[in-house]
């Protein structure tokens, strides 16, 4: 009797292993493909060549009247922008002002450029409208989602450079970058924010 329970006992215990071993590999399985599932925060970025490239043909400028608006941009958030901009605005102010703008997106991750809107007021002591040219810089978006929100103005950020004006806007780890160029273009003491969108809007909300 005593043998009879020992052997039962041995060969309950020896096919545990070979119970468990398939749903372990299917709890390893199922968390590797969710590990593989989850969003990555990489995203291939745009090399200095291709942005100044993209960028004087765009606005019409040398690449050396570009370089000098890159360069600075470049060693103020890095020579990697996951994203740019291109599109044109016009704009008008007596102390306040009113943007509206239209343009393409561009990544690397895009099958092609997305649309892209945006409008804003700026406050400042400039006086006078104009059209220009806007192609901006984008850093740390990684889902093109993300483009289509409010960004405000980085306080004393503006600024000219061989004839373009450059300023920053914000919003959590994105970051804006517009680069102008155009009849009349203007910055002013401060710039508001640029409120993005997929389509048209004209109320700078």
């Not at 008008?92 to 409008?119: D, E, N, T």
């Not at 700026?122 to 901006?136: E, L």
């Not at 450059?166 to 959590?172: A, E, P």
Request: aromatic residues 12%; positive net charge.
């Amino acid at each position: 009797m005593e043998r009879r329970h020992f052997l039962m006992g041995a060969a309950a215990t020896a096919a545990t292993p070979l119970i468990a071993s398939p749903l372990q590999a299917l709890a390893q399985t199922g968390a590797t493909s969710s590990a593989s599932a989850s969003p990555s925060r990489t995203a291939e970025g745009y090399q200095r060549d291709e942005i100044l490239r993209a960028g004087s043909d765009f606005l019409g400028v040398t690449v050396e009247a570009l370089g000098g608006a890159i360069e600075k941009i470049f060693s103020d958030y890095g020579d990697r922008p996951t994203a740019y901009i291109a599109g044109e605005e016009v704009s008008g102010a007596i102390a306040v002002g009113l943007r509206y703008g239209k343009g393409l997106v561009h990544m690397k991750a895009l099958p092609s450029p997305q649309k892209i809107f945006w409008r804003g007021p700026s406050v400042g002591f400039d006086t006078g409208g104009n059209a220009s040219r806007v192609f901006s810089l984008v850093y740390g978006l990684y889902d093109v989602e993300k483009i289509y929100q409010r960004f405000p103005g980085v306080d004393g950020s503006a600024y000219f450079i061989g004839g373009l004006g450059v300023n920053y806007q914000q919003s959590d780890d994105t970051i804006v970058a517009p680069i102008r160029a155009g009849v009349g273009f203007r910055l002013g003491a401060n710039i508001g924010y640029l409120a993005y969108s997929k389509t048209r809007k004209w109320f700078p909300g």
